[in-house]
């Protein structure tokens, strides 16, 4: 199966108090409208990963990163059998140095959260099972598949 590609990547940082904290941002418009998201988007054509996630996070926040300071830490693979063009393969970046301060795009409005507290309940369903575990360094290789409502996770693997 060849799935189209897409990338996501987490800017972490410290807190003044030093709560770790990770910069998202609520879904404007595309996929996944209204969700609180994480930095990234579709692989232009002859693009590695690593480019598009400094693309996007630029397109999206205004930050700069550099292919460097970021960190791969997966792949997941997302399956929607009731809306096929959904389906796709994500590539998952931690990033803990930028240049720049956030700034709202057509796409979202980057936010800081605490990682204590991520909302879950406003993302993708599949997040809860994985993002917290990256955040902590741990990376993931899932598959995640969702249901005829293409908002809840079904089955994983």
Not at 13 to 19: E, L
Not at 29 to 41: D, Q, S, Y
Not at 117 to 140: I, K, N, Q
Request: proline residues 6%; negative net charge; hydrophobic residues 40%.
């Amino acid at each position: 199966m060849n799935l189209p590609q897409v990338c996501v990547c987490y800017l972490t940082r410290r807190s003044p108090d030093g709560t770790q904290q990770v910069l998202l941002g609520r879904k404007k418009k595309g996929l996944g409208i209204g969700n609180i998201v994480g930095l990234g988007g579709k692989l232009e054509p002859g693009e590695s990963a690593l480019d598009a996630a400094v693309r996007e996070v630029e397109e999206e926040s205004g930050l700069v990163v550099t292919t460097a300071a970021l960190v791969p830490l997966g792949v997941l693979t997302y399956l929607f059998p009731h809306r096929e063009s959904w389906s796709q393969e994500s590539n998952v970046f931690v990033c803990t140095e930028w240049t720049g301060t956030p700034r709202e795009s057509d796409e979202l409005n980057p936010e800081w959260f605490d990682v204590a507290t991520l909302p879950v309940d406003e993302m993708w369903d599949d997040a809860r099972h994985w993002l917290p575990g990256v955040l902590a360094g741990t990376p993931v290789r899932a598959t995640f598949t969702f249901g005829e409502d293409l908002e809840t996770v079904v089955a994983r693997a």
